[in-house]
């Protein structure tokens, strides 16, 4: 009777809820429901998740500001007088620039 008292008691141990139990049972629920999705999951590059949110932190908070305006103003006078090709080498000549300049 004392054996059958703790077989229950371990019995209800391994029934518990716990964060690990929801997550394996979360898991295997998404596995079964989106198999491409969660195939796919684990090759996703996450480690790029921290240069894209601030790069958009970045951006909105040059637009807030006004300097995106004052870029687009700039870059649309240049283009008019110097066409699709000296749009197109002055954003090279730029991007090598501000490029080298950044790393310093």
Known sequence: MHDESWQIGSQ?????????????????WLQGTFPTFMAVMPHLPFAVVPFAFTMVVLVQALASTGWVELFSVGWYHWSEK????????????LS?????????
């Open 12 to 28: 209800q141990e391994d029934e518990r809820t716990t964060l690990l139990s929801i997550c394996s049972t979360t898991h295997e």
């Open 82 to 93: 110097t066409g699709t090709v000296g749009s197109i080498g002055g954003m090279g000549f």
């Open 96 to 104: 090598v620039i501000l490029c080298n300049v950044s790393i310093w």
